[in-house]
């Protein structure tokens, strides 16, 4: 086993146990990590090549610092190791600022209890955008339960693994593995022909696509791109947006659990409209998709 080790600065404020419980309660991320206080493992594919990282926090949540281990079966290149730490990086949202967010919430009454109990959070994606986009299209008219399967098999059928310490850790497949796989056998997979249809149409478009322009290009020619995929639509492409790769400019104002959680906190339980969760989050500006996300956690 070949191994690097080093040091990550998160942006201050930063709480890596805040990461950790989000991660243990996160039903589409359950046991696909090994969780411990202060420490967290687990595997990633990139680039072809299956990678296991381990993180310990050390520092305080105003000075933190993870030190790493990646460990691989061949040799990591410089390249690959650099796109190891960005993918950790961007993963738990290590460069995000909370304090301009902060400095928002505190001056709403009502959010600012959620700022307290959530304190250095900083928003947990998932693994990578084409992760959560087969979520997506797998969760749709789906139960959650049936869902989380799936997604597993997905992983164990179609992913990569490697052993630490006698433990096996899955890595989540890349896109040109599924564009790759057998029809039948990913229909037998997923059970279910027009999901297995999606699945197929978001790997070939994320198997094309450059992960950079997700990221930083206009909002609206992102979503434009999503929704030109069969199976992503409006309410799919604003997931992937904000879970999948940090876009918290906007909000998912009609999604039920943000109407939910909105009503829960700021109406005293009375049913919230999508109008009252546009205008509760317009101060936020564009830190509208952290304060929905803060809110989703809380409740």
Known sequence: MHTVTGTLTPTAPFD???????????????NEQRLAPLMLIKALSIQGQTIAFQLTASGTIDEPQLAYTLLSEEPLTEDLRMATIDRITFFLGLEDDLRPFYAIGRAD?????????????????????????????LSQRNPMSNSIKVKHLLTETFGSSIKVDGTVYRAFPEPAQIVAADAEKLLS?????????YVRAVAAAFDNVNEHFLRTAPYEDVDAWLQSIKGIGEWSANFVLLRGLGRMDQVPVTEKMMVEAVSKLYNAGQAASAEDVRRIAEPYGLYQGYWAHYLRVAA
Request: proline residues 8%; charged residues 15%.
């Open 16 to 30: 890596f146990s805040q990461s950790l419980n989000f991660l243990g309660f996160f039903p589409p991320m359950q």
């Open 109 to 137: 009454a009502v959010f600012a209890p959620v700022i307290e109990q959530l304190y250095g959070y900083h928003q947990v994606k998932f693994t990578t955008p084409f992760e959560i986009a087969c979520w997506a299209v």
């Open 189 to 197: 997979v997923i059970r279910h022909e027009r999901r297995t249809e």
